[in-house]
Nanobody, 124 residues
Framework: QVQLVESGGGLVQAGGSLRLSCAASGRTFSSSVMGWFRQAPGKEREFVAAISWSGGTTNYADSVKGRFTISRDNAKNTVYLQMNSLKPEDTAVYYC?????????????????WGQGTQVTVSS
């Protein structure tokens, strides 16, 4: 059974930085695509970033390109999201997700496992 636990959220001023972590249990982490998503109040959940099994391929939403960086440490079963130059519109609950069916991010892929989320609030 896969469990994903996010941490690192909090309150930060606009222009600041946060690093989110997602610790995964189970044996499939190192061969899975990992993704970060977010959901703001009253809005649908949206894709933020994804990373291949090796870390060699990453994808980002246009809204975060150049500001956010996804990375992973397979030895620690952990995926990270470094968020810089944060804006108030980045305020949301951030979720990590795992897709053990593929090793490289694919358009329209469906993630099988989800964490409980961590709140990120950016004040103006």
């Amino acid at each position: 059974q896969v469990q994903l636990v996010e941490s690192g959220g909090g309150l930060v001023q606009a222009g600041g930085s946060l690093r989110l972590s997602c610790a995964a249990s189970g044996r499939t982490f190192s061969s899975s695509v990992m993704g970060w998503f977010r959901q703001a109040p009253g809005k649908e959940r949206e894709f933020v970033a994804a990373i291949s099994w090796s870390g060699g391929t990453t994808n980002y939403a246009d809204s975060v390109k150049g500001r956010f960086t996804i990375s992973r440490d397979n030895a620690k079963n952990t995926v990270y999201l470094q968020m810089n130059s944060l804006k108030p519109e980045d305020t949301a609950v951030y979720y990590c997700a795992q897709d053990p069916k593929v090793m490289v991010p694919m358009l329209g892929q469906r993630y099988d496992y989800w964490g409980q989320g961590t709140q990120v609030t950016v004040s103006s």
